[in-house]
């Protein structure tokens, strides 16, 4: 009987808590100190295997995910924001965001009156490279889905017609789904003056910049950053056609080229014109065309009148 | 109904010295872990995601908590030995059956109550922070009442899968008790697709059957309106009003059952 309390006392009389937490401490530590060395020495390249989706049947996944649907809604969203966010911010790889339709369309399929990730694909899916996929078809196709599920959400009309209209300069058919947008309840009562000013002008600057500057009204950050740049094009598109103005005003003399720095010198310009992001206008030496750079971040411009 | 009562007392007892509220730590711990990340990684619809993060885990908690808890309310008496004390005592075995399921849907209230109140704690705290600007645009208000209409359908649907998992240990073993009752969880979600059975198949008998499976199964896909609350849409009263009856109906159907079979199971 003392044998075995004496054993039990000594069993109990193991590490005391002190250096148990000491030691369990350095052995954290230790493991934290690898794996940073390990992280610097060898960095990890982004892995292919990410951009990989396994699932790509809605009506699949609906049924994986038993009662959990809009949950699992919710993971394909953020993974479609983190596919666009990474293709967009990638710099040594393609930006090709392959998987962004397929990501929104889980996402509806799983949550059908999920708004947002359809309004997401329509300006997403539809942004040219190098923001976007260049794919108005696909944008329209998934707002047209929304539609079934909310037929009266005149959001989705808008969108239609807004991609109509900017991205595949359709101003007939975009005037018609402004005007279908604005017989929806509750819809905003500038649509419809909207429509019928883009049938009798159509491819006009006003509209489009009534339609961004609505849309820069938006509770979603990354709508108002849009619509902040594209703004920012439409008074490039202006300072170009200025610009243009003061370069056949005057012309450079007979057989030389056409340059920022003649103008400069003749004081017509005081310094190299710039569009609103502060990078310079490019001006063809040979034929006097001004464009914006391909380095400035409102490349590439939008084609639209005047 | 003393007897009922305080068999109930006891299983909620129990429940606590097994430290099953250990979830409700996890569940806080989740919710408002979430609600600092998901800011960041999900374009403005953080507080849909809350809602959608809250209302899934609150029936998963509870789904384990019914399953591996119901399973073990009779058998374990049976295993322990203890059910010859218990049956020695005045009371009836219907009385006995009746008081486990009291006592474990006791213990789901208390459960989906406490994260019911910490998810909107979360949702009044995320609202509270939020721009009223981007707050005028969701599709529901942050803190709305309307929650509730998917939390009590959700536990009615815990309480019916408390009742099958009672009924299974009546009769059966702790692991084949929790496959029968999570097989029939996933049919149940699958259910209502047996009621159009007819448009996939050719034979009318087949057709007839599926319609009568879909009958005699659980509908459970029915107490799930967790989308439509999310997002705002109406769900009508008559509609949580007859998905509750058809739930409690189903629920006296399998203790009915469960008392039936008890009261005949031969312990020697």
Redesign the interface.
Known sequence: MTNRSAAGASHRAGPSATVFGIATAAVLAAAIGLQVARDRAYQQRERETERILYLRSGDTARRLAFDFDALAADTYWIRAIQHYGGDRLAVNRARKYELLFPLLDLTTTLDPYFTIAYRFGAIFLSEPAPGGPGRPDLAIQLLQKGLVAQPQKWQYFHDIAFVNYWHLRDFKTAAQWFHRAGDQPNAPNWLKPLAAGMLAAGNDRASARLLWTQILDSDQEWLRRTATRSLEQLNALDGIDQLQEILRRFPPAPGTPFSWGDLSRRRILGDVPRDPSGTPFELDPTTGKVSVSKASPLWPMPSLGS | MRAISCIAVNVFRESVRDRVPYNLALFAVLLIGSSFFLGQ?????DV??IK??G??AT??FGLFIAIFIGIGLVSKEVERRSIYALLAKPISRPQLVLGKYAGLVLTLAVNVAVMTVAQFAVLAYLTWTIDP??R??W?APGVDPALLKAIALIFVELMLITALALFFSTFSTPMLSAALTFGLY?VG??NADLRNFEVAVNSRTAARLARGLYHVLPD??A??V???V??G?PVPAGYIALTTAYGALYIALLLLIATFIFSRRDFK
């Not at chain 2, 990684?41 to 619809?45: E, K, V």
């Open positions: 990684l999900t374009a403005g619809q849909k995601i959608d993060l209302l899934a029936a998963i600007a981007v005028a645009a599709d996933l979600h699958f459970l896909s107490f799930d967790k989308t439509q999310v997002h849409l």
